[in-house]
Structures are given as structure tokens and as C-alpha cells.
T-cell receptor
């Protein structure tokens, strides 16, 4: 079967750095998305990786290793507004996105 | 530039009833996907519409059906509602010529079945 694993919940301190991991097993691979979802709101696009390596976008970076079926989202200089769920989604060979259950990130002052 | 809009925002129905949810895609987008999201879970793919045809379908029963109109807007219909259909229903649009283009989501319709 196809599946995506992410930690259910993580806690970090304002101003710190946190890494949210995502491992996947899918039939084929055409790319990986990270989305942010605040409670009661729609998911919003954060990043896209299709080649191995690190993609940096301001305070957020995303890393991909296709050989390991592994990605992480790195959040720097954490702010209270970063408290949200972070969803990893993989594009398999049939282009039907597969979503992880999301990681709830709690930021403490 | 309006993003993805969904209506209604909230809906309460009883078991056995039928419901229609509506979605207008982001300007310039031609593909609409529907997702069901239970509390604390990731979105589950229902189906995708492109050029007014259902192009892909997830693991949902035939009670779930949809339609896409010439202006790219879309409807999701659910018949014979069950308690387990209570969830957030998300519509997402994208630009199909780049199949890896990110999805843009609406704020969803919260459906409660009693």
C-alpha cells in the first residue's frame, strides 16, 4: 500500500528551530508538497520538492531525499503564528495526491 | 483576484438526506478537486474534475457524485447521508497544464450529519 508518516504532534519554543519529518512509501514519485493548516482554515501551500536537496524560502526550508523516501520541513525563528498543522503530500505516479495526517505544531512563549 | 470560494460554510443535515456543496475555483484555474477531511486527519481525495469530466476518483462510494460547469465551477453531491459523512469538505483548484502545480484550497464546508 501507499502511506505517509508524520509525527502527530510537536512542541517548540518561540524563537527556536523545529524540524518536522515526513517519510513516504508510494507507487512512483512526482514531487512532494508541504502545506500549513491553521485550525478551522484551509491548507495553504508552503513548498514543493521534486529533486533531492534543500529548498529555502525565508524562515521555512524543505528537504527531500528520494532514495530514502524522506522529507523534512524546517522552521526557523519560530513565531506564535506558526502554531498550526503541517501536512506532507506526495504526488505518486497516477498524480492522485496522497496526504499525511499532519503534524500539529504547538509553539510556547 | 478571488481565491477559491466554497458555499455554504456550515451545513447540518439528518441521516438519509442529500446535500450539494459548491465551489468556484481561483481565477485562471481549470481543475477542481474535492477532499474530505475528518478532525485530526489529512485530506482524503474524493474526485477531480477537468474539462467537465470526472478524471480521477478516490475510494468513495457512488453516493458521492459531482459536476463541473463550463465556467469551471463545481458541485459535490452526497446522497443518503450517513453519520460518518460528517467532516470538512474542501475544494481545491489548480492549473492543469502543469500537473505538479500546487493546489489552492477554499475554506471548506463543515457538514454535520445528525
Amino acid at each position: 500500500g501507499q502511506n505517509i508518516d508524520q509525527p502527530t504532534e510537536m512542541t517548540a519554543t518561540e524563537g527556536a528551530i523545529v524540524q518536522i519529518n515526513c517519510t513516504y512509501q508510494t507507487s512512483g514519485f512526482n514531487g512532494l508538497f508541504w502545506y500549513q493548516q491553521h485550525a478551522g482554515e484551509a491548507p495553504t501551500f508552503l513548498s514543493y520538492n521534486v529533486l533531492d536537496g534543500l529548498e529555502e524560502k525565508g524562515r521555512f526550508s524543505s528537504f527531500l531525499s528520494r532514495s530514502k523516501g524522506y522529507s523534512y520541513l524546517l522552521l526557523k525563528e519560530l513565531q506564535m503564528k506558526d502554531s498550526a498543522s503541517y501536512l506532507c503530500a506526495v504526488i505518486p505516479s497516477n498524480y492522485q495526491l496522497i496526504w499525511g495526517a499532519g503534524t500539529k505544531l504547538i509553539i510556547k512563549p | 483576484d478571488a481565491g477559491v470560494t466554497q458555499s455554504p460554510t456550515h451545513l447540518i443535515k439528518t441521516r438519509g438526506q442529500q446535500v450539494t456543496l459548491r465551489c468556484s475555483p481561483k481565477s485562471g484555474h481549470d481543475t477542481v478537486s474535492w477532499y474530505q477531511q475528518a478532525l485530526g486527519q489529512g485530506p482524503q481525495f474524493i474526485f477531480q474534475y477537468y474539462e467537465e469530466e470526472e478524471r480521477q476518483r478516490g475510494n468513495f462510494p457512488d453516493r458521492f457524485s459531482g459536476h463541473q460547469f463550463p465556467n469551471y465551477s463545481s458541485e459535490l453531491n452526497v446522497n443518503a447521508l450517513l453519520l460518518g459523512d460528517s467532516a470538512l469538505y474542501l475544494c481545491a483548484s489548480s492549473f492543469d497544464t502543469r500537473r505538479n502545480s500546487p493546489l489552492h484550497f477554499g475554506n471548506g464546508t463543515r457538514l454535520t450529519v445528525t
